[in-house]
């Protein structure tokens, strides 16, 4: 089983900055910090309407990370304002999600079986341009399906469904995680790497973490909310010592 790898998303560094119209904190000091304390890649979701990563953000990422020499995982709408940025910026990866103005985060994953053209066009440029490409989708075998005839490398699953309910206390979350491992499972076979992300806390990271296929998690909001009471570093020390746990734990 490979090594897990562990990508911070600073978004919400910037939500916060945000809130008073002040310069910090800043996002970028934090993918700084984030870099040393042991992430092995930076994520940030520049949105159409700019609620907390800016365009000057992202390029001082993409600039900090190349200098770092780790990964920066742009994540976008497949719009072409966006698909412009992306060519212009040329992160390492690209992370396609929907967007929808009035959500207060990404709710779920693309309909690739509806939007297949207009992905499969954008998912060519940026292979062309040595773009790493994953599309962020649902625990559904259609969408995983979608995604590979769609020409994507990479696939990273919604665990939004299941860390809900585990935070509820809803006896579906079992039968949620079963449905994630079998996406898992059918993403690999088609030769598609496993990533994974959404919600992911302490407390549901070691399951996650433990699905074999799942070869890198992206953490936000929960990592930059414990921040305020522990600091960054330890934040992200704590996550990652939870995912070598659970790992270990899967391996014997
Ligand atoms: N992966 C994707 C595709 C996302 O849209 C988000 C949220 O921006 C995350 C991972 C991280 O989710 P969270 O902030 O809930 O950890």
């Known amino acids: 089983m490979s090594r897990l790898r562990l990508g911070v998303n600073v978004d919400h560094v910037a939500t916060l900055r945000n809130a008073r119209g002040a310069d910090y904190p800043d996002p970028v000091r934090a993918a700084d910090l984030a870099m040393a304390s042991g992430a092995d890649g930076i994520t940030a979701h520049l949105r159409e309407d ?32 966006m698909e412009a940025i992306c060519l212009a910026l040329r992160p390492q990866a690209a992370c396609l999600v929907p967007e929808r103005r009035e959500e207060v985060t990404t709710e779920g994953g693309l309909d690739l079986v509806g939007g297949h053209n207009r992905i499969a066009s954008s998912v060519q440029k940026f292979f062309e341009a040595g773009i790493r490409v994953s599309c962020f989708v649902d625990a559904d075998i259609a969408q995983i399906a979608a995604a590979k005839s769609a020409g994507v490398q990479v696939v990273e699953l919604t665990t939004g469904p299941y860390c809900d309910a585990v935070r509820a206390g809803n006896p579906e ?80």
């Not at 909310?225 to 020390?237: D, H, K, N, Y």
């Open 50 to 81: 700019r609620r907390h990563i800016s365009d000057q953000d992202i390029e001082a990422l993409a600039k900090l990370t190349r200098q770092r020499g780790i990964p920066l995982n742009f994540e976008m709408a497949v719009t072409p304002e």
């Open 173 to 252: 979350a079992a039968e949620l995680l079963k449905i994630l491992c079998a996406a898992a499972a059918e993403a690999e076979r088609l030769g598609l790497e496993v990533h994974a992300g959404h919600g992911i806390d302490y407390e549901t990271v070691g399951s996650i973490a433990a699905i074999p296929q799942v070869v890198e998690l992206n953490i936000g909001h929960f990592l930059i909310g414990e921040s305020v009471f522990v600091g960054l570093s330890t934040a992200i020390s704590r996550m990652r010592h939870l995912m070598n746990a659970a790992r270990a734990g899967a391996l014997t």
